[in-house]
């Protein structure tokens, strides 16, 4: 990570930050749309189409999950895994979609965000919130991923990448605990705890 004193700042531009806030609010709503819909006519479905309500389900939950897991924005993943699973996919079946769907969107983002994530950043917050989050990244970057990981809470490996975290830490503070919160709240939503 660079030295805080020495960021680049040139690159903010609130136009591109504005348009990919109103892309991930889109993105957003058209997942809770998806999910409402699914939801509301889940009985038609399970009459007239189950197979392939069920085998369209998995395919829409493992989209969903890698484009909320890769654009930064504030609905968490675990949503459509949470609908797909009281939709009726067997809960296996989900979490293991789920951890694959997540794991491919994870490092991909990860990865574009470390080679080329550094102007994106930049581009997205004024340099003075940008010194403030190098701060705070260079303290408890890794402890912010990790409760990000495990809980609902917004996951942006895109912008983990950008701020240049270790993939040794990537893997053991957001990799490993986003699989394990994907199987613990598959079975918790299985088990009606949810």
């Given amino acids: 990570m660079e030295n805080s004193n020495e ?9 591109l ?3 990919i806030e109103i892309i991930g609010i889109i993105v957003s709503l058209i997942v809770i749309a998806i999910s409402i819909v699914s939801l509301l006519f889940y ?18 939950m493992f989209l969903s999950i890698i484009f909320l897991e890769f654009i930064p924005q504030m ?4 949503f459509p895994l949470i609908v797909s699973i009281i939709s009726g996919i067997n809960v296996f079946e989900a ?27 930049c581009s997205l917050f004024e340099p003075k919130k940008l010194i ?12 912010f991923v990790f409760v990000s990981a495990f809980t609902p809470l917004p996951y942006f490996p895109l912008v983990f ?14 990799i490993l605990p986003r699989t394990i919160s994907f199987a613990v709240l598959g079975y918790l939503v299985y088990l009606g705890f949810i």
Avoid: C, D
Wanted: no cysteine; hydrophobic share 45%.
């Fill in 132 to 143: 403030k989050i190098t701060n705070f990244w260079n303290k408890y970057g890794k402890w």
């Fill in 75 to 78: 609905l968490s993943s675990h």
């Fill in 95 to 121: 979490v293991i979609i789920a951890i694959f769907a997540s794991l491919i969107s994870t490092l991909l983002a990860f990865e574009l965000g470390k080679k080329f994530g550094w102007k994106f950043v």
């Fill in 43 to 60: 009985g038609f479905y399970r009459e007239k189409l189950t197979e392939g309500i069920l085998t369209s389900g998995k395919i829409l």
């Fill in 17 to 19: 930050k504005r348009k």
């Fill in 161 to 174: 990448g950008a701020l240049q975290m270790s993939r040794k830490n990537m893997w053991l503070f957001g």
């Fill in 7 to 15: 960021i680049k700042i040139q690159y903010y531009n609130p136009k």
